[in-house]
């Protein structure tokens, strides 16, 4: 059984765009170029996984924006990187550096997959639960909303907690197996995307009230939403129960935008990722890497060191 990194591209170049001081002879930063490939140097030298697919954002999903309109809406926007906000034009910048690594990629044994109008969060739901779901995966991201995806072919590698996570992990932490990880979000919300959960509803007192999210066993709104009529009905005053019942129109459509399976993309979009995947042939094409960063000033980037950890790739 092959091993594949999924890694989404924008989590984790962000994460170093805004915290690595590197610059280019060029005067350009590219902190968010050099911690990107070097996370993925590192993880392959650690791990040897077969292969990599790097996926990127492309401008959100409209299916998701019909279900609710102010989807993402007041996302906290991005930060600027916080050793050169005296440097002006950051936007422009953070643009090309991310053009810089998709372009260096292309000489590299690493596939990208890139679907217009679809969440990066789609195409991995996707690959991890048809595509690719009779391989071993780790998905590269801080994101919380791949914990449902974990299970025993299904691994998560946290740049921030800087290790592992798996179902054990997930389910320590929160009390609620990843299974059900899903619903869960469903009741408390995600502030981050602008998904409204239920008011006074979070993971603690829905693994308090509901024990049931906590097993492996698929927990469905209608077992959620009956029980807490039934509590209701049967004179409890935890308010919990009662916001449930009010709220079930809410859940439901969250469910809608939060689950990642194919619900959110299309036909044509499945099919463009089944060929990305299916017509890719890894590339290591050292030189032209080096001569393509040697023209962007890009002189602090270990090439040899990369491609003998990249050559483990298939």
């Not at 042939?281 to 990249?310: M, Q, V, W």
Request: with cysteine; glycine share 6%.
């Amino acid at each position: 059984m092959k091993t594949v990194i999924v890694v989404d591209a924008f989590n984790l170049f962000m994460r170093h765009y805004i915290a690595h001081p590197a610059m280019s002879d060029n005067g350009e930063q590219i902190g968010g170029i050099i911690g990107f490939l070097y996370t993925l140097v590192n993880f392959v030298e650690k791990y040897r996984p077969d292969e990599i697919y790097v996926v990127w954002e492309s401008g959100g999903s409209s299916r998701r924006r019909a279900l609710q309109k102010d989807y993402k809406r007041n996302s906290r926007p991005q930060k600027l990187n916080r050793n050169y906000e005296d440097i002006p034009d950051s936007i422009r910048n953070r643009n090309y550096q991310i053009r810089t690594i998709i372009e260096v990629i292309k000489h590299m044994p690493i596939g990208q997959i890139y679907v217009p109008d679809c969440e990066a969060d789609d195409v991995i739901g996707y690959l991890c639960r048809h595509k690719l779901r009779n391989d071993r995966k780790v998905i590269i991201s801080s994101d919380k909303d791949y914990y449902q995806l974990l299970d025993s072919k299904t691994i998560i590698y946290s740049p921030t907690w800087k290790k592992l996570v798996t179902s054990k992990e997930v389910k320590e932490k929160f009390k609620i197996s990843p299974s059900n990880f899903c619903l869960a979000k469903c009741m408390t919300g995600d502030p981050s995307d602008n998904v409204a959960g239920i008011r006074g509803v979070g993971f603690k007192s829905l693994a308090n009230r509901f024990k049931e999210l906590g097993t492996e066993e698929d927990v469905t709104i209608d077992r959620i939403v009956s029980e807490a009529r039934a509590r209701v009905a049967a004179g409890s005053n935890v308010k919990i129960y009662e916001r449930i019942v009010d709220g079930e129109g809410t859940i439901r459509n969250n469910w809608k935008i939060v689950y990642l399976d194919v619900r959110n993309i299309s036909a044509t979009q499945v099919k463009k990722i089944n060929e990305t995947i299916s017509t890719f042939t890894p590339s290591c094409n050292k030189l032209n890497a080096i001569r393509f960063f040697i023209k962007e000033g890009i002189t602090n980037f270990n090439f040899d060191r990369a491609y003998l950890a990249f050559s483990s790739l298939r």
